[in-house]
């Protein structure tokens, strides 16, 4: 079988590809041909294109980018004095701009300096971010590959995204990584699944998006077809519109937050306890059922985890509980988690119960049964495409121990030599002297801003490759202007995607912009490991390596590549359509001893010896329910009675994007839009529309106040995204305003914007991962009294000329 050309000249994004429009006609290819681009258009063979990329191509033009190296002025007088600190200023303090030249002297200066003095134990690299799509200047593998050719770094592991998911899993059943690749495909899941039951949702807002590309959106025709066949959906969410299928096949049960385990258990308990359990499935696929037999029933600890005993915890109808648990065994269906359970307070314990409930009704492995993890997180989930190994830049040796969790980067500043627990070894923070970081925006992602702002005044130098002016550029020492996707040309690749696209440049890089490769590439010759990072290699010489690597597993895979040549000159290619359904685990299900796991016993694991060996208080060997630090039930609810969720944004991937029209269209006042159901607004006095603050004794921030019935009274929603705008008290702004109920003042700057993380809570899901656990927070909101300030994050920072 051939991969065929595409016959386009495209370029591609997380959020889809688009093909280049050049005045005088496409170029068709290779985009030498044709005059200069206008603007980008999705694919007609797109189903579903993204809303997030009709910005695109105005925001990578925007007087926001970062046009020239740039340094905080109070660093480079530190430094012009042979003086490290304070540190301060960082976020606070102007830039003066400076020469390519004497940036990277200035950084080659310092990466050489902190290395020599401390070693590469005091470099972090970790570098967490979903950078660009594009195979090769991506620039998260182009820091490590750097970082390694000096000599190593101090990394993560994991992701935001599944940290919980990702150390649990491989204990339990199997990889989060083959579960990306595995799940039943689309047409699997409308040939059989009956009736799904989905815990947060199948947001298809969440499926605009895949790492490294999404070429042809699948989810919202997914569910449309799923529930033509006939196909029921039971939604337990805080939120109603959150699954996208037609409403009249979705049932909405608004569960209070976080406690979704607690329903799982009492699901897998009903069934137990009326005998509709499948022994024979238990006995021969799974480990440790007896085990968790005794806690759902009670023999163990006294509390039978029955309908009524969840209905009291999660505040949903137990008789509905019993009800669905029958139709759930006598039905084909799936039990589909959403990820943002597991980055919680025990987010373990979702993930984990998930997979139990699904083992207990005994349909894993069958078409369209079982458990998923999930639909709705992103778009190739459920591809039915060619899983194909894509090209990679191989990113050298780490010869670094040292390592964080990645969310555990505001305690490895705080705290180090402490301590840590991580999946059943202790481990020690090093002490970190210098913080690099290309392709993410910790001041977006990570949980608690304020503390994370304390955190990074200790390092001596924070260096950022950025695009934009955004948290994290205004936050760093040394910022070096990274270019966009849409400026040069790159490989587009993502995992069950019909194709491996020739990404072609549309437009110049603004300023003085260069590619992450070229800035380090220099460094790298800076300190004389030139050959090291590049080994010899331009960009479109290891574009042509890169391809030729990949082409060659491709075509041992039985799909026969072009020459490099070719497939730029077809602006990519098609790869043939998989014509095998994807039916998760069925190997296994069909034979176990032939298909084992790669758990320890080969088996799914109900009772795993080895967590239980762990000795974790808050993670024991089988899934169980514990009450949440924070939560609607517990007594800070007093104080902070709303449960914050802060999901995905529909109109920007992240942060990103954020500054285009389509993510400015969607604010409230100039504001983040902040989701509350009209009953919690009512008693606060609050109209939609309203500029509101939203505060606990973290941190607090504005918001615009958007009032819908979809919301469970109690809860609210502050998606993720908006760029982090703190009111420093330099700027003449006010520290946030004294709360008018007499709660303690907030720490930390008023975010003007809307930036759910200034409230979140920064601590790990548990001692087994360590995991993000941003979804576990409560907070107040009040109307704000008398005018909002007025915000600066889509302002640039003002730039001080040499010496003034
Ligand atoms: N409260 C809360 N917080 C969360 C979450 C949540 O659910 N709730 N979700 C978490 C999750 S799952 C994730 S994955 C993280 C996401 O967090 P991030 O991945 O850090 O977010 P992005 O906004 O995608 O950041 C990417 C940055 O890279 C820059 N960039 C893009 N391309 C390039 C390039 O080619 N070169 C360089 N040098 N820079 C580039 C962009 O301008 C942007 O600033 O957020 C996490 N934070
Ligand atoms: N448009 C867009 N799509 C994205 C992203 C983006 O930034 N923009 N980010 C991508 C990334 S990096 C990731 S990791 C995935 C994340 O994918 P998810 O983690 O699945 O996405 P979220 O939107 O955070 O949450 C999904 C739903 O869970 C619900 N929820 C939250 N807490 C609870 C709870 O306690 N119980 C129940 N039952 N439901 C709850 C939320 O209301 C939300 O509707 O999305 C990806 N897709
Ligand atoms: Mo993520």
Redesign the pocket.
Known sequence: MKALPIGRELTSSHWGASEVIRDGGSGGHGGRAGGPARGLRPLPDDPDPSPIGAAMWDAYQSPLRVRRPAVRAGWLEAHGQGRRGPHTGRGREAFVEVSWDEAIELVAGELGRVIGEHGNEAVFGGS?????AGRF?H?QSQVHRFLNSLGGYVRHVD???LGAGRVLLPHVVCTMDYLLGHHHSWDVLVASTRLMVSFGGVPAKNAQVGSGGASRHHTRGGLTRLAAAGCRFVNFSPVRDNLDAPDASVEWIPIRPNTDTAVMLALACETVLAGRHDRAFLASHCVGFERWHDYLTGRADGIVKNADWAAAIAQVPAQRLRDLAREMAQTRSLVNVAW?LQ?ADHGEQAFWSGVGLAAVLGQIGLPGGGFALAYGPTNGIGSGDRLMGGPTLPQGRNPVDAFIPVARIADLLLSPGAEFDYNGKRHRYPDIRLVYW?????F????DLNRLARAWQKPDTVVV????W?A?ARMADIVLP????LEREDIGHASRDPYLISMQPALAPPGQARD?FAIFADLAARLGRGEAFTEGRSANQWLRWMYEQAARGMTEAGVQMPSFEDFQAGGGVAFPVNDRPVVLLADFRADPLAHPLKTPSGRIELFSARIDSFGYADCPGHPAWFEPTEWLGSAQALRHPLHLI???PHTK????LDHSAVSLANKVAGREPVMMHPADAAVRGIADGDVVRLFNDRGACLAGARLSEDMRPGVVKLS??AWWDPAWAAEGAQDPPAPADGAAPSPGPLDRHGN??VL?RDAGASSLSQG?S??SCLVQIERLAGEAPPMRAFEPPVFLARGG
Do not use: I, K, M
């Not at 967490?128 to 660009?132: E, K, M």
């Not at 290309?438 to 910790?442: D, R």
């Not at 977006?444 to 949980?447: A, G, S, T």
């Open positions: 967490y971010g979903w950078s660009s200047h620039a992701s935001y995204s943002a980055r290309a392709g993410g925006n910790p977006h992602h990570h949980q490759h950025e695009q934009v955004n994290t990274a270019t966009s996707t992450d802060s999901d995905q991937l992240h942060s990103q993720t995204g759910p993380n979140t993000c941003a979804q």
